[in-house]
């Protein structure tokens, strides 16, 4: 986003989150760093919905965010399969 010239305003990162142990530790490598990322978990409300619950997370969030926000979508899966999406809020 730095390079992009945008001051990053991240408000809520939505994660694939099958993995639980995956997620923290991510949470704590950015904090070390100073960055400190809202990420929601489903799983113990809606079990393993694989590439829909960063969608339902993000339904969920969507609420909350205000134009401008920055919203950080990551998914991740089996046979390192990524991709990561980050999209500015509109009005």
């Given at each position: 986003m730095?390079?992009?010239g945008e001051t990053p305003r991240i408000a809520v990162a939505i994660v694939h989150h099958a993995n639980y142990?995956?997620?923290k530790l991510k949470e704590k490598q950015l904090a070390g760093l100073g960055?400190?990322?809202?990420m929601p978990w489903l799983l113990s409300e809606f079990?393993?919905?694989s590439a829909a619950s960063?969608?339902?997370a993000f339904l969920r969030e969507l609420p909350?965010?205000?134009p401008?926000?920055?919203v950080l979508i990551d998914g991740f899966g089996a046979g390192t399969y990524y991709?990561?999406?980050a999209v500015e809020m509109g009005a």
């Open positions: 730095q390079r992009l142990k995956i997620n960055i400190k990322l809202n079990g393993n919905v960063n969608m339902i909350k965010l205000k401008g926000d920055h991709d990561v999406l």
